[in-house]
């Protein structure tokens, strides 16, 4: 696999499993964001810099195969461990559950402002 197929395939990933999109990987990286944690933001930043640094060869000389080859390994160990359905039951409970909080307290609100007036 060459560095552009690798990049292609971690961008493919970020985008099946977060959603996250984009042209290529630095435009999706910075699209990520929080999203990924910082150590993996760097291993992927050493594949996007691979590919760059290719398309001139006094740069390529630059590359440690090693490093971008271990960087790889990680980001799509990393990115093929995400559960895409638990991550949207997450955002799902997240989402009812702060609706049923804002709907209790609005109506213990209720109550307490009836009971105040008189009404109960």
């Not at 961008?11 to 290529?24: A, T, V």
């Not at 150590?39 to 050493?46: F, S, T």
């Not at 995400?82 to 909080?101: M, N, Q």
Request: hydrophobic share 45%; with cysteine.
């Amino acid at each position: 696999m060459t560095y552009e197929e690798r990049a292609k395939h971690i961008s493919d990933l970020l985008e099946s499993h977060l959603g996250i999109r984009g042209k290529s990987l630095p435009v999706k990286l910075r699209r990520a964001g929080r999203l990924l944690p910082r150590d993996l933001h760097r291993h992927a930043e050493i594949l996007a810099q691979a590919v760059a640094y290719q398309a001139s060869p006094k740069l390529a000389r630059l590359v440690d195969d090693d490093r971008v080859l271990q960087s790889y390994d990680v980001c799509e160990k990393y990115l093929t461990g995400i559960d895409i359905w638990d991550r949207r039951k997450g955002k799902a409970i997240g989402f009812l559950s702060t609706g049923a909080f804002n709907l209790l307290a609005v109506g213990g609100l209720l109550i307490a402002v009836l009971i105040w007036r008189g009404y109960l």
